[in-house]
């Protein structure tokens, strides 16, 4: 089965997607990913990943990734928070991030704690495959 991914980011944390991403690239077009709106069109088109767009964040865009992850269609969110920036949506970011504790889904909020939890399912995914990460 394919691991199944949310990825997100905040604008000013959008860059550091995209180089995330690309790092772990061949791994990524292996997975089943969605993206809310700005972050999923620049994952397609700066590097050719499938992903189901949802809308922007602040327009519910992570209400629709929360509501995925509550009926089982995501195994882990990378949500690239901006700490530093006022967000409008405030609310809706908080509840994503309850919904992944609620249901025991990984969330990873910086760069840092993405690259151990993509390492760490390219090699589980690598070991159920029977392969050596």
């Known amino acids: 089965m394919k691991p199944r991914l949310a990825l997100i980011a905040h604008d000013k944390k959008k860059d550091d997607m995209i180089t995330l991403a690309a790092d772990y690239l061949d791994f990524l077009k292996d997975c089943t990913l969605a993206a809310t709106g700005t972050t999923g069109g620049r994952l397609i088109n700066e590097l050719g990943l499938a992903v189901e ?21 995501i195994d882990c969110v990378i949500f690239l928070r901006d700490p530093m920036t006022p967000q409008p949506h405030e609310p809706d970011i908080n509840a994503l991030v309850r919904a992944c504790d609620v249901h025991n ?21 690598a070991r159920t495959q029977g392969r050596t990460p």
């Open 53 to 73: 767009r949802k809308h922007s964040g602040p327009v519910g865009g992570d209400l629709q990734i929360g509501a995925m992850l509550v009926e089982g269609d």
């Open 105 to 125: 889904i990984p969330c990873a909020t910086n760069v840092s704690t993405a690259r151990l939890v993509l390492s760490q399912l390219m090699a589980a995914t």
